[in-house]
């Protein structure tokens, strides 16, 4: 038997504050005197005496130094039962809807011929830092932890799976299809659909430089919109390459190393007026004329009004005429249209870029993603021809709710199993237990209830049957079976009940 927990220890941990049943209002619990010592002492310093009482080793294998050395005072307040402000709990209806949203992306996936992978949520600081002044440096949930190592809670996922495939090396057989769906973090200014924690759903193909794998990963997308309800009337994808921008660039001379921060103002063109795009493009050394080149080929909605200005010869046109071709052999070319001001804010892209949206603007971007060829190589790997994109879970949420397409997702059990009788508690346990190695969910009903409370419990839980135990049927080896749809009952053996 365990030493027993040092007297004075236990009953500082007595729980130190209660809740009402009818309020969530914060209650104040009164330790009595006789518990609370003349001097303020520590948690801390309590479990020091409490393992000095026990020869040095303390109780449990030395969880004492990890109690908290708060002080215990006479008063306590209870903590704030709220989630941290941008992040949510999942209570079991918001889940059901969770796992219903993850069941489709991993099944598009799966007809896409994709494999899963995951990453840890916490990777290093440096994998996330690629640019100065990339707006994602200042996002980052980060710290030093205590081996002095700079982490930071991932806020994206495209870097661990760069970080991943460098790991592997020639090991890995090209091409790549993987997808993963991971919570992620940025700490921003919030709007709806926009958290500080999220999950996101990545596609990505590595080893393929031609743009049938931008084609295919916007196949993937629309094929998941199809399958939840959404239409090419509710949602669209806005579509252009960086190669444009780079294109009207070298026109007017403008430093290579200027690049990837005028695509991040440049990003910003449907988020703040245009006047601070001109500044912020001002300030990194680009020309008045530049500027307003600049501005009018990023106006460009057509794009055979792009290749007037470009002429025809560039990788850009090319690229997006062979994409919006191989739109129209996927099926989804009405799904899709060109607009030069799509460039994606983050750094490493380098061809191809679309962003998903709703066609009625109330949202943000549903997802975007495109090319990011020269990713490997800013981590010291070898360069390899990749594209994917993000999809996160909170705006497409926002969207089925303004579209009224929100599943109902009600709890679904195949059978509740209730003794009538206390002696027979464990007769219930064995039909239990019997339906469950075939694969069947029971809910069994662990206390001595009413019939009146048992049928409620049934309808709430949506049970397809109740099994009683009764005294009089399982003296015959035999139970009572009630199809809760048709109200059909019937008694049966034990061994035939399936």
Not at 228 to 257: A, H, W
Not at 419 to 431: M, N
């Amino acid at each position: 038997m365990p030493p027993l927990l040092n007297p004075r220890l236990s009953l500082s941990l007595k729980p130190l504050f209660l809740f009402s049943q009818s309020s969530f209002a914060p209650r104040k619990f009164q330790i009595p005197r006789q518990f609370v010592s003349v001097k303020s002492r520590t948690f801390s310093s309590l479990a020091s005496e409490q393992s000095s009482d026990n020869g040095g080793t303390g109780v449990g294998g030395g969880r004492s130094g990890a109690l908290s050395p708060s002080l215990v005072t006479e008063d306590f307040q209870r903590i704030d039962v709220n989630p941290p402000k941008g992040t949510r709990d999942f209570p079991p209806e918001d889940m059901r809807l969770r796992n219903w949203l993850f069941h489709h992306f991993r099944e598009v996936s799966r007809l896409f011929g994709f494999e899963e992978v995951d990453y840890p949520v916490l990777e290093s600081e440096a994998l996330f830092i690629r640019k100065a002044g990339e707006e994602i440096r200042d996002q980052l949930y980060c710290f030093e932890d205590r081996g002095n190592r700079r982490v930071a809670l991932r806020p994206e996922l495209t870097p661990s799976l760069a970080r991943l495939v460098i790991q592997k090396g020639k090991s890995l057989s090209l091409p790549l299809k993987w997808f993963a769906i991971g919570q992620c973090w940025r700490y921003e200014r919030m709007t709806r659909g926009r958290r500080r924690e999220h999950y996101q759903w990545n596609m990505d193909i590595l080893g393929v430089p031609e743009v049938t794998a931008e084609a295919e990963l916007m196949a993937s997308i629309v094929a998941f919109f199809k399958r939840i309800g959404i239409t090419e009337s509710d949602v669209g994808f806005k579509v252009s390459s960086r190669k444009v921008l780079q294109e009207v660039l070298r026109c007017y001379s403008v430093p290579e190393n200027l690049f990837g921060k005028v695509c991040i103002i440049i990003d910003k063109i449907e988020k703040i007026p245009i006047d601070e795009i001109k500044r912020e493009l001002n300030a990194t050394g680009l020309s008045e004329e530049a500027i307003e080149e600049l501005l009018q080929v990023l106006s460009i909605k057509s794009l055979t009004k792009l290749e007037e200005i470009l002429g025809g010869a560039g990788e850009a046109i090319a690229d997006l005429k062979q994409l919006f071709s191989l739109a129209e052999k996927f099926g989804y070319s009405e799904w899709i249209q060109f607009d030069a001001s799509v460039v994606r804010g983050l750094a490493y892209y380098t061809g191809i870029v679309f962003e998903g949206f709703d066609r009625d603007r109330k949202l943000r971007a549903i997802c975007g993603g495109g090319r990011y060829d020269r990713l490997l190589s800013t981590f010291g790997g070898d360069d390899v021809p990749a594209c994917g994109f993000g999809f996160g879970d909170a705006v497409i949420i926002e969207l089925l709710k303004e579209k009224g397409l929100l599943p109902e997702l009600s709890l679904e059990v195949d059978n509740i199993v209730c003794a009538l009788d206390h002696d027979l508690q464990g007769v219930a346990a064995t039909v239990a237990t019997k339906l469950r190695g075939e694969g069947q969910s029971v809910d069994l009903v662990l206390e001595n209830k009413p019939l009146k409370w048992v049928f409620k419990r049934a309808a709430r839980i949506n049970a397809q049957r109740l099994i009683l135990v009764g005294n009089t049927e399982w003296q015959k080896g035999m139970v009572v079976v009630k199809v809760l749809s048709s109200g059909e009952q019937y008694e049966i053996k034990l061994d035939e009940l399936e």
